[in-house]
T-cell receptor, first 115, second 114 residues
Framework: DQQVKQNSPSLSVQEGRISILNCDYTNSMFDYFLWYKKYPAEGPTFLIS?????DKNEDGRFTVFLNKSAKHLSLHIVPSQPGDSAVYFCAARRGYGGSQGNLIFGKGTKLSVKP | NAGVTQTPKFRVLKTGQSMTLLCAQDMNHEYMYWYRQDPGMGLRLIHY???????AKGEVPDGYNVSRLKKQNFLLGLESAAPSQTSVYFC?????????????FGEGSRLTVL
């Protein structure tokens, strides 16, 4: 049973426009949510995170929004650039230590930003 | 700093052969992980370790064994490889005290089992 769901396998956006990547989750015990970015033939790299006690976190062009009542988070990229073309993974954890701290990943969304 | 280094980067095996993937990190992280990535499946946790000498099963542990004899190294073994183990394997590590739980990943090891 998938606890972290990314229902859009792919997304195509024009350069300069906004990219919105969505993620849904089922476990209300998740306390932190993270977004990772992955280029082909490279390992995933951390992008941005948000605590479950917040509803927004911003870092430059990247903003993550959390709607706990809907169990939904989204990553906004504004403005989108061709270098943002990558696979984006949403991840969540249930707590701090041991197995609770293990990240559970969604299946990823492939973002293509066209010049 | 090298961060997280995986060897080998590529390997082709025949069914039934054995091999070991090595992960080394130079960040003094306590926790280490092995994930596999398959098309349309995201990243799935195979095994993890919360410290030297300790290991635990993740989501998809069958067919794999691991060892953490030194804090900086985490080995993933396949005793008898099967075509279903064709995948890209990622090692990751993190500080035990990491507030957000951020993982640092290696570049991946692509394994093909014929």
């Amino acid at each position: 049973d998938q606890q972290v769901k990314q229902n859009s396998p792919s997304l195509s956006v024009q350069e300069g426009r906004i990219s919105i990547l969505n993620c849904d989750y089922t476990n209300s015990m998740f306390d932190y949510f993270l977004w990772y970015k992955k280029y082909p033939a490279e390992g995933p790299t951390f992008l941005i995170s948000i605590s479950s006690i917040k509803d927004k976190n911003e870092d430059g062009r990247f903003t993550v929004f959390l709607n706990k009542s809907a169990k939904h988070l989204s990553l906004h990229i504004v403005p989108s650039q061709p270098g943002d073309s990558a696979v984006y993974f949403c991840a969540a954890r249930r707590g701090y230590g041991g197995s609770q701290g293990n990240l559970i990943f969604g299946k990823g969304t492939k973002l293509s930003v066209k010049p | 700093n090298a961060g997280v280094t995986q060897t080998p980067k590529f390997r082709v095996l025949k069914t039934g052969q054995s091999m070991t993937l090595l992960c080394a990190q130079d960040m003094n992280h306590e926790y280490m992980y092995w994930y596999r990535q398959d098309p349309g499946m995201g990243l799935r946790l195979i095994h993890y370790s919360v410290g030297e000498g300790t290991t635990a099963k993740g989501e998809v542990p069958d067919g794999y064994n691991v060892s953490r004899l030194k804090k900086q190294n985490f080995l993933l073994g396949l005793e008898s490889a099967a075509p279903s183990q064709t995948s890209v394997y990622f090692c990751a590590s993190k500080f035990r005290q990491a507030t957000t739980g951020e993982l640092f990943f290696g570049e991946g090891s692509r394994l093909t089992v014929l």
